[in-house]
């Protein structure tokens, strides 16, 4: 089955830092990439819609020049979040949706739980 | 604006008890329905779906999901509920071609032996 692995798990950052999560599609192309954000015991959140090769699209109220989106290839796109502070820790999940697998709906990564301090 | 209500926030149930979860959808079009299962601390994992065609859909895990669109409602059914079925549930409506999900507020499931 459809597989997308997302690394880290966890990162625990120093305020004012950058952390990378990385989303990668194993074994089909992701033409489309989603990236959530999960508070404690709440639902996802859609922060933004990447597309490979084209600026990603975000969601209202979250902040682009903060959240970095890239989605170079169509295995990979990578969420970096910039001069991170404490109020940005939390679990971030990405999702895959790809052009060879119609009807399937999307494949989740494990998600990465983020900690700054 | 589409929109997913899951009205029950905890459920608590008894090993091989029957189980039912709600969800409601607010959708001007025919809706792709989606039933996800999420561990502690894990990514979301798909039970089910339904795109169209029959409106009885069964999933993985013996779940089964009946689309009722005079309802509104795609509610998730298992009729014997074992310890590691205690998860958290989320259901979610694809919006237009699908791009993109819009969750509901999921909803806890408990265990007890």
New interface residues.
Partial sequence: GAV?S?HPSWVICKSGTSVKIECRSLDFQAT?M?WYRQFP????M?MA?SNEGSKATYEQGVEKDKFLINHASLTLSTLTVTSAHPEDSS?Y?C?ARGRDRP?E???????T?LTVV | AQSVTQPDIHITVSEGASLELRCNYSYGATPYLFWYVQSPGQGLQLLLKYFSGDTLVQGIKGFEAEFKRSQSSFNLRKPSVHWSDAAEYFCAVGEGSYDKLIFGTGTRLQVFP
């Fill in positions: 997308v997302q489309t989603f015991k709440q639902s996802l859609l819609t679990f999940i999702s009807g709906g999307y494949t989740f990564g494990s998600g739980r």
